[in-house]
């Protein structure tokens, strides 16, 4: 399965501020997502990451708020945007393969809103 | 919407007991039953799955079951030890990237 490198690992920032998290994959895949899991929460999907063309957003989640790069088929960022103490979780990145629904995630980025 | 529920929230267990964690699904399309466990500090990972053409799975000490009747699947620990202790998600999803998933089983087991 894919091994999935998440920068930082973790953060705290300031309110107000925005912050930038990287996902790099060791090899090509089909699809990339962006989940996130508040304290204590489930894993919520924010949206698909999709190479060359801009990111299909989950329900409750917008670009402005949460803008997505996919340049290639092996890295992605998500900026999390004009951040409030809301906003502090953990932000997955994960990826599956064409023709196999298997999701394997990061380790996580673990964000602190101060 | 499609919705997952899970129970318990959290398990204790003796160590070399089992423990059994079971989720139920509300969208008949759901093809595909993963669990995931979740340890501090880490990314979830995918320790079984089980697809709905298929009632039963077993990998070493883990199980899982799934009644496509009544729309319920299961974890199943048999000797549990304290590396299981963590966080466990079950998910469902019709055999698209979206994958829906419980809210999640803290499992602790007592040495």
């Known amino acids: 399965s894919a091994v999935i490198s998440q920068k930082p690992s973790r953060d705290i920032c300031q309110r107000g501020t925005s912050l930038t998290i990287q996902c790099q994959v060791d090899?090509?895949?089909?699809?990339m997502f962006w989940y996130r899991q508040q304290p204590g929460q489930s894993l919520t999907l924010i949206a698909t990451?999709?190479?060359?063309?801009?990111?299909?957003?989950e329900s409750g989640f917008v670009i402005d708020k949460f803008p997505i790069s996919r340049p290639n088929l092996t890295f992605s960022t998500l900026t999390v945007s004009n951040m409030s103490p809301e906003d502090s979780s953990i932000y997955l990145c994960?990826?599956?393969?064409?023709?196999?629904?298997?999701?394997?995630f990061g380790a996580g980025s673990r964000l602190t809103v101060l | 919407g499609e919705n997952v529920e899970q129970h318990p929230s959290t398990l204790s267990v003796q160590e070399g007991d089992s423990a059994v964690i079971k989720c139920t699904y509300s969208?008949?399309?759901?093809?595909?039953f993963p669990w995931y466990k979740q340890e501090l500090g880490k990314g979830p990972q995918l320790i079984i799955d089980?697809?709905?053409?298929?009632g039963e799975k077993k990998d070493q000490r883990i199980a899982v079951t799934l009644n496509k009747t009544a729309k319920h699947f299961s974890l199943h620990i048999t000797e549990t030890q304290p590396e299981d202790s963590a966080v466990y998600f079950c998910?469902?999803?019709?055999?698209?990237?979206?994958?829906?998933f419980g809210t999640g089983t803290r499992l602790k087991v007592l040495a």
């Open positions: 998910a469902a999803t019709s055999g698209t990237y979206k994958y829906i």
């Open positions: 990451a999709n190479q060359g063309s801009e990111a299909t957003y």
């Open positions: 089980i697809r709905s053409n298929v």
């Open positions: 994960s990826v599956s393969y064409s023709g196999a629904n298997v999701l394997t």
């Open positions: 090899s090509q895949v089909t699809m």
């Open positions: 969208d008949s399309a759901s093809n595909y």
